[in-house]
């Protein structure tokens, strides 16, 4: 009987031990979208009150907004229910205005004109303060006319490059600079497309000290009960100022799924010392961009 009543015991504080695991600290989203089929000019789905009442109730304090076209960070940037919700806005120039946009912006210069007018323009939550999400589904466009252009202007204006590439990409934007990437900051969307293997991440890491990984849609990286695989463990714990979260919210599907994509990050999150969970989950983009935690 007694025996029982101990194994009991056991099992309520492992369990206990277990849900208080989750990571409880504030998020930054580092790549979220707030795109047309979204918002369609607050006639959408997901107008902002929608959108910041899923940010506010999963503890989501800021977001890099970038949004297709980028009238979406400007709603956000200039909403009153962004203050109220207490999400601060950190603002990206989009590349695209349409989905036209995706296949060419490497060698169209109306899209580099069109950067250089946003960022003179600015938004209600400040200067613009880095370029991207883009896309690359062919690494040797990173050559393009256009790509070296804004790989050459990010640098100079001290943005940070949200970036849809492979590794080979990587190597070829960071080549375009004056600095050959060793002081561009380059979010790495999805730690890259296509899955490249920890070792592969950790040798761009080591070569290019401002490159970060974001997280969203990364194959490989949690295992059985949605914790983190062995290798992507050590590789976090070997980098842990080096990565970020994001929800990736490009199709509206993703907006109805937030709760549930902020719910996986805490209970991997959970899986690390509490120091390195908060680092990514929060620090480092507040790092980054010089965002105060509220």
Known sequence: MRQRAFAL?????LAGAATAADYSGPLFDAHLHYNVEAFDGQAGPHPPADVLARMKRNGVRAIVANSRP???????????????????????VRLYRDRAD?????????????????LARGTAAGPYRGIGEFHLYDSANANGPVARKLMLLAEQKQLAVLAHVDDAAI?????????QGRQLRLIWAHTGIGGPAPARVDQL???YPLLM??????????????????????LLLKYPERFVIGSDTWVNQRWADYDRLMQGYRAWLGDLPPAVAHRIAWDNGARLFGVVEK
């Open 70 to 92: 980028n009238d979406g960070s400007r709603v956000l940037a200039a909403s009153p229910l962004t203050r109220a919700a207490g999400v601060t806005v950190v603002p990206f």
């Open 205 to 207: 890491f080591a070569r």
């Open 102 to 118: 995706y296949d060419n912006w490497f060698r169209d210069e109306s899209i580099y004109a069109m950067v250089l007018a946003e």
């Open 171 to 179: 190597d070829l934007l960071m080549a375009n600079t004056p600095s």
């Open 213 to 234: 990984g974001e997280l969203s849609y990364r194959p490989g990286l949690t295992c059985e009960g949605g914790k983190l695989c062995p290798e992507w463990r050590e």
């Open 9 to 13: 015991a056991l099992l309520l504080v």
